[in-house]
């Protein structure tokens, strides 16, 4: 018996941060849940999530430093939302546009 083959398939992700914290959102249908692996570092994000035909992979840089040990992620209807404190909140100044 052979390893099964599945296609390595890039998933759609948004993400998006205010001055606190990430939002990330993985769509993963027709994912069991109990078969995603996270692994969050400091500075971005590594996912595998396998199916019946395709194996949904990625990693991904993120601009700001995060608190990964804070990380949360939750699963639903084949949606997989993680939310991350920034290391330290953004200040930025504002630019005014001529």
Known sequence: MGE???VP???AVCIY?????????V???GVDKDKI???????????????DDIEYFGCWTLAH????????ANFRNGLLTITV?????????KIPVE
């Open 4 to 6: 099964e083959i599945r």
């Open 9 to 11: 398939v890039l998933p």
């Open 17 to 25: 941060h205010d001055e606190e914290k990430y939002l990330i959102e």
């Open 27 to 29: 769509e993963l249908p």
């Open 37 to 51: 692996h996270l692994e969050m570092t400091e500075r971005g994000f590594c996912l595998r999530a396998p199916r």
């Open 65 to 72: 430093d995060i608190k990964p040990n804070e990380a949360k």
């Open 85 to 93: 404190p920034l290391a330290k909140p953004m200040k930025g100044r």
